[in-house]
């Protein structure tokens, strides 16, 4: 029996008169890659911002490791293991690799004039930062200009940003839509590599032949609610589209209110 490391219970999200999500509750099992679906205005970014600890839900809760999650920001929501890498990925281009991998959380070492003025450890940021490029087995050097890389190089500086606070659950809002066919190979690497290293990924991608090949489950929204969850093994690219336009699977294990565990 899989272990649930997320768990959403009844999540909503109004914005006015606008229910951008609704009653949604599912289970994310630890380890899995998770394919977060729907069509343009389905309610992932709103779901993910609540997650990622950017905004409020309206109503319902989540439990992260089965503590109830009440973030108040992105960093409480890092505190409590959730990362998350953005579509805009916000990458400092005229700083350096391992500058962006630590952006705002720099490893600080006493200066000369003593504690009250603290310097970066720029040796600690490169060991660092190097560690964490080889754990994903990344070739970047990390004193490279952000600037100078590729589109595909800046999305994997973002993900090692992301994993530098060893989060248990990755969150990635369509981490390959900019990138070549050849690039968002390598990110999907990435992920699987991520997965290797005991992660759980939520995945928001457009991209259906990608999520069939890098996802374990897929939880698909329609107009904010929960069409259901269901393996990828059992779907294929025309039901899945089926669910994104608001219908069920045929079967047992496909409504929402049996998705969750
Ligand atoms: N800040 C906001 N104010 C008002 N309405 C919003 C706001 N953010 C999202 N919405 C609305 O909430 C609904 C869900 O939007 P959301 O961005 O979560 O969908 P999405 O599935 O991420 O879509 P996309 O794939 O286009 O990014 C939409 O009707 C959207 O217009």
Known sequence: ???TVLELDGLSKAYGAIQALDDVSF???????L?????NGAGKSTLIKIL??????????????????NFG??????????????????????RTVKENVFLGKEPLVEGKLGEWLRIVDDDEMERQADKVLNELGMEID???????LSGGQQQSVAIARAIESDPDIVIM?????????????????????LKEQGRTVLLVDHNLEEVFEVADRAAVLASGRLVGVEDIDRLDQESMIQM??????????????????
Do not use: H, K
């Open 73 to 94: 920001s992105y960093e409480d929501a890092e505190a409590a293991g959730i990362a998350t890498v953005y579509q805009d990925l916000a990458i400092a281009p005229n």
């Open 244 to 261: 994104m336009m608001g219908s069920e699977l045929d079967g047992d294990a496909s409504v929402a209110g049996t998705a969750a565990e």
């Open 142 to 148: 990390p004193n490279a200009d952000c600037g100078d």
């Open 1 to 3: 029996m899989e272990s």
């Open 173 to 193: 809002d369509e981490p390959t839509s900019a990138l070549s066919v050849e690039a968002a190979d390598r990110i999907l690497n990435l992920i699987e590599r």
């Open 35 to 39: 394919a977060l679906m729907g069509d």
């Open 52 to 69: 990622s600890g950017v905004n409020d839900p309206t109503r319902g809760m989540f439990y992260v490791n089965g503590q109830e999650a």
């Open 27 to 33: 289970a994310v099992r630890e380890n899995e890659v």
